[in-house]
């Protein structure tokens, strides 16, 4: 094994270039008792951890990551927010990596290229994300490129997602039978239930906070007793530095503030409880100043109940185009509002029952995965695996039907997308490959008159975004990045349903210099079983 490990590290170092730091990490994988919500349940632990541990990483390194894959079943990890650039074979899902089996091993090769700020990664196989497998990704700027606020006293990740007392394999059996899932259960703080988790602070001092949702449905929303939240950083961009006294985040988003430890020393709630729902979640984690003077107290802070106050906020989240990004330039050197854009694409969401069982669907099409992950099946042009084209730029009224469903679009091209729901819930969709700008988001049905609305200047890039309930959300994006790219809702049971396609982004020169070759350690299933990656 550890000559294995060893052949893919020399491989590796041949593909990147010298300049860039290599991070190495050796994970096993494996199911272990855990107890979030007071009750034993079987978690996955890497390492032994839940959550797993953070990676921690600069600009433009190199992640090397071992993947020891110690359950009874095939498993996979996903890296929510890092782009993969001309890589798409190192995703971790389904449509582009094989599944490591039980008892094998898989590493990834990463390198967060070009980018900064506050990611998540997660299981992407089964219904793994409901039994844990997820920790935070922190992508520093390289010491020479300026930040725009000064170094904070720490940094702290902060994972918080709804969760199910249920056993993850009991509720992937309640899916495979075409049922919804019931309510969750509680609200988790890194892993942990209601005053589970304390994170400590000196007075007088500023911290990051790094906070992802990495639930399974829910939007929450994210206070601290007493002290307002400076929003720095949105999944990568450096944005307007907008104080609030509380942040809505979205399933599969991420967010970083400062928070200035300005009050009297004692204890304070951080709390946490679920948005958009009947039934409201809470959970609260506490903010202990190292010389507090009394333990908690104080009725736990309200959060807003407005869905009018939640779009408000999400308009205000602005990109900082004076700061740097990544590179020294700023971030507003790309005027996105000025290229012109060559195709729109709309994207509408829907529920319904196929064949007597609950299905979840984009433009009619539920997707069901292929014998092969498509990324091989492309590469080794082996058909009869997916067809390009299966799913539609525009809703088409049909009912709802079951296809391995693939858009083909062009590499470099410039391309709108709107999300539209019909539903009456919140829906969260996210984007691998790229960040793209959240251009406009409004109520009703969108119309091309909508792009009289759009912020054409300072937009938020990002790449996971919302859509409110009965409303749109229009986002730009610029596709430089060749690959197959899983676009998908965040709403974990219907992702699992259906409510997802792949993005071919596809260059017809076929060069290295648009996308790295596959990977010589690249695990073969399928049809692609038995072929080889040697050159």
């Known amino acids: 094994m550890l000559l294995k490990f060893l052949a893919v590290i020399v491989l590796v170092l041949g593909l990147v270039s010298a ?31 839940f959550p797993g541990p953070e990676i921690f990483s600069v600009t433009n390194d190199n992640l090397i990551i071992n993947v020891h894959n110690s359950l009874p079943e095939p498993f996979l990890i996903s890296w929510n927010g890092v782009q993969q650039r001309r890589n798409s074979y190192q995703d971790g899902v389904y449509g582009t990596t094989c599944a490591i089996p039980p008892g094998q091993n898989f590493t990834y090769t990463l390198q967060v290229k070009d980018q900064i700020g506050s990611f998540y990664y997660f299981p992407s196989l089964a219904f793994h994300k409901a039994a844990g497998g997820f920790g935070a990704i922190k992508i520093l700027s390289r010491p020479l490129i300026p930040v725009p606020f000064p170094e904070p006293a720490g940094d702290y990740s902060i994972l918080i997602g709804d969760w199910y007392k249920t056993d993850h394999k009991v509720l992937k059996t309640i899916l495979d039978r075409g049922h919804r899932l019931p309510f969750p259960d509680g609200v988790l703080i890194n892993g942990r239930g209601p005053s589970g988790t ?71 709630y ?50 900082n185009l004076t700061a740097s990004g990544p590179r020294p330039n700023p971030q507003g050197s790309y005027h996105y509002g000025l290229v012109n854009v060559s195709r729109t694409i709309r994207l509408e969401s829907s529920a319904a029952q196929v064949s007597g069982k609950q299905r979840y669907a984009v433009n009619s099409v539920s997707f069901i995965p292929a014998d092969t992950p498509l990324k091989l099946a492309d590469h080794f042009k082996i058909d009869g695996v997916f067809k390009v084209g299966s799913i539609s730029d525009n809703p088409t009224g049909q009912s709802m039907y079951l296809d391995t469903s ?75 990045n060749v690959g197959m790219w899983n676009v998908r809702s965040e709403f974990w049971a219907r992702q699992y349903l259906g409510q997802q396609f792949y993005l071919r982004v596809y260059s017809p020169v076929e060069s290295p210099r648009d996308e790295y070759p596959i990977p010589r350690n690249a695990l073969l299933c399928g049809r692609a079983a038995g072929r080889t990656t040697s050159p």
Do not use: C
Request: negative net charge; proline residues 4%; hydrophobic residues 35%.
């Open 406 to 480: 693939v858009m083909g679009a062009d590499f470099r091209a410039f391309v709108e997308i709107v999300f539209e729901n019909k539903e009456n819930i919140m829906q969260s969709f996210h984007l691998d490959g790229y960040a793209f700008w959240v251009v406009g988001m409004d109520g009703g049905k969108w119309t091309p008159a909508s792009r009289n609305e759009y912020n054409l200047r300072d937009a938020v890039s990002r790449s996971t975004t919302q859509v409110y309930p009965m409303s749109w959300t229009a986002i730009y994006i610029a596709l430089d």
């Open 198 to 268: 304390t994170f400590t602070f000196e007075q007088g001092k500023t911290y990051r906070l790094r906070i992802s949702n990495v639930g399974l449905q829910n939007s929450l929303n994210f206070r601290i007793q007493g002290h307002t939240l400076k929003l720095v950083e949105v999944e990568g961009t450096h944005t307007l530095q907008t104080t609030y006294d509380s942040l809505d985040i979205h399933v599969g988003q991420s967010y970083s503030v400062l928070v200035t430890a300005d009050q009297a020393p004692q204890d304070y």
């Open 19 to 49: 300049e860039d730091p290599y991070r190495f990490f050796d994970w096993n994988v494996t199911y272990g008792d855990i107890y979030p919500l007071g009750v034993r349940q079987q978690g996955i632990l890497i390492n032994g951890q």
């Open 270 to 319: 951080i709390a946490v409880s679920t948005r958009f729902t009947s039934t409201v979640l809470n959970s609260t984690a506490i903010f202990h100043y190292s010389n507090s003077a009394s333990q908690v107290s104080g009725p736990i802070p309200g959060a807003p109940t407005q869905t009018d106050w939640s779009i408000s906020q999400a308009r205000s989240i602005r990109t």
